[in-house]
């Protein structure tokens, strides 16, 4: 009982690690030729319910695991914590249905472009205003899933 | 046995290991991980493969796997070892190994496959992708735990109205071994023909809808060790059987709540679930009813509702890839049936208590 008690005092410490900060954010391509998103088509990607767009087979980009532009990405987005995202790309991963995006090595915008350069069927996200020029932008978060 | 988790435990975390490790750009190592403390009230164990009885048990539910998964372009290869609950650490099981390759939205794949029947059938073993500590009993455990068949699929992706993502599999399985340990004195080796069958899945921006069907030919054999006095081994023969199954289940996201149901309807049995969750913070509690109906075959002449249980839980995140789990679950069997218990028990009626923890890499 006391372990229990103690569980449900620490999740209402930690409460304050998902505030909101005014930030938007982006998912975009360096590849022209990809088109917008509907809000439940961004959804159902970063989901790994979708997997291909115009019949191209997409790869997704994740900032490192402890990064604040990830954690707000998803919150905004989906309404979901790191650990929900966690749990939901387990049951994906290990049921071989879908590949987690890849997690950059470092949090920077310059390596983010590079592994987005790489290939054109490579989608990221990031906040709007650190966006290259050349950026399609597909859809854009602001405040959701809140 | 608990050491040897620790043992992977620290392996996993001394790599750094917090996602999964990438060894090359193309080639992922993943895994994952439960133990748990449980223990029931009743002297008969509970649950077939983990045995769970009123004496505190620390490896009962002890599982850890490894995957492997190498992509490259339309071509990937994966492979999966599980030491499961019911294996020595030192005989895991090939759980999947299989060569896919896709052509625009169908991917093909051969070789050993993960049974697709059920909502969390193919990652049966991943309790931290669950809200549950284990898998709703009834259900997943109707086939005797049976999760994986050697031979052939099809996915076919496609989209409907831009908004809904349907997924349509055909699988083909062809001979394969099993022996349950079902107790210290009895095992059922099962000896499947063929399987075939087709599941479907539509997935939406909050919900989950699964679909299977299959059609299985097998011979079953019960081995009874020391049970009948005088007699010390007795193999009874049951060749040319056939187990048909239907299943539906449907999992909706409604803001915090997570609510889901499943119903499997077969020529042995017909069992059910239904489940909700909700999330505040890193705490999930979540409630859980099931029920299994036993059918007339030539084995029993009862016809009737033969088990139920009712799981509350409390699931936490004590990290985003680390999870407990505790939970309290109440069974019953009726009509002298076994329901949830591994034999008939003398005591229709148990309440397990379980301390699980969970983790991904």
Redesign the interface.
């Known amino acids: 009982m006391q ?2 008690v103690l ?2 005092f ?3 410490l ?2 304050t690690s998902y505030a909101q900060t005014g930030h938007s954010y982006a998912v975009f391509t360096l590849n022209q030729d990809l088109p917008k998103l ?1 809000k ?2 961004a ?2 990607l970063f ?1 790994g ?4 767009l115009q ?1 191209t ?1 997409i790869e997704l980009s994740d900032w490192p ?1 402890d990064h604040k532009i990830r954690n707000e990405f998803y919150q905004k987005l989906l ?1 979901k ?8 790309w ?2 994906l ?5 879908a ?2 995006p890849k ?1 950059i090595k470092q949090d920077s915008m310059e390596v983010l472009l590079l592994w987005l350069e790489a290939n054109q069927n490579r989608i990221g996200y990031a906040p709007v205003d650190a966006l290259p020029k050349h950026a399609n932008v597909l859809y854009v978060v602001q405040g959701e899933g809140l | 046995m608990k050491m040897d988790f620790i043992k992977a435990y620290l392996l996993v975390v001394s790599f750094g290991a917090n996602a999964a490790v990438e060894i090359t750009e193309d080639l992922t190592l993943s895994g994952f991980g439960s133990t748990s403390w449980a223990k029931s009230d009743n002297d008969t164990p509970l649950i077939i493969n983990r045995s769970i009885s009123d004496d505190n048990c620390w490896d009962c539910d002890t599982t850890f796997g490894l995957q492997l998964d190498y992509f490259n372009d339309a071509f990937k290869a994966s492979t999966q070892i599980v030491k499961r609950p019911q294996d020595d650490w030192s005989d895991p099981e090939l759980e999947w190994a299989y060569l896919g390759y896709a052509i625009g939205e169908v991917e093909f794949r051969a070789g050993r496959l993960r049974l697709p029947v059920f909502l969390a059938s193919e990652y049966y073993y991943v309790s931290h992708a669950y809200k549950y500590a284990r898998p709703p009993e009834e259900l997943y455990n109707s086939i005797l735990g049976i999760t994986a068949y050697n031979g052939f699929n099809a996915v076919w992706n496609f989209d409907v109205y831009d908004e809904y993502q349907v997924s349509i599999s055909p699988f083909i399985a062809f001979e394969d071994d099993n022996t349950f340990d079902i107790s210290k004195t009895f095992d059922v080796a099962v000896d499947v023909e063929d399987i075939v069958g087709v599941s479907a899945s539509v997935n939406g921006d909050n919900f989950k809808w699964n679909f299977a069907y299959f059609d299985a030919n097998y011979d079953q054999k019960f081995i009874l060790r020391n049970a009948i006095p005088g007699i010390p081994y007795l193999e009874i023969d049951q060749p040319n059987r056939n187990f048909e199954l239907y299943s539906f289940g449907a999992e909706y996201e409604l803001g915090q709540w997570t609510l889901a149901a499943e119903r499997q309807l077969g020529n042995v049995r017909s069992t059910w679930y239904a489940s909700a969750s909700y999330r505040y913070n890193q705490l999930s509690p979540y409630i859980l009813y099931g029920e299994t109906k036993t059918k007339r075959t030539d084995i029993t002449d009862f016809d009737g509702k033969s088990g139920s249980s009712f799981v509350a839980g409390l699931r936490y995140d004590i990290r985003y890839n680390l999870s407990v789990n505790v939970e309290w679950q109440s069974f019953k069997s009726f009509g002298g049936q076994r329901g949830s218990f591994v034999e008939t028990p003398q005591d229709s009626d148990a309440n397990m208590y379980t301390v699980m923890f969970s983790f991904v890499f």
């Open positions: 372990f229990l569980l449900i620490i999740s209402f930690s409460n509907s439940s088509k959804r159902m989901r319910r979708v997997k291909s019949g087979r695991s309404g914590d790191k650990a929900q995202m966690n749990a939901h387990a049951s991963s290990f049921s071989g249905k590949r987690p997690e």
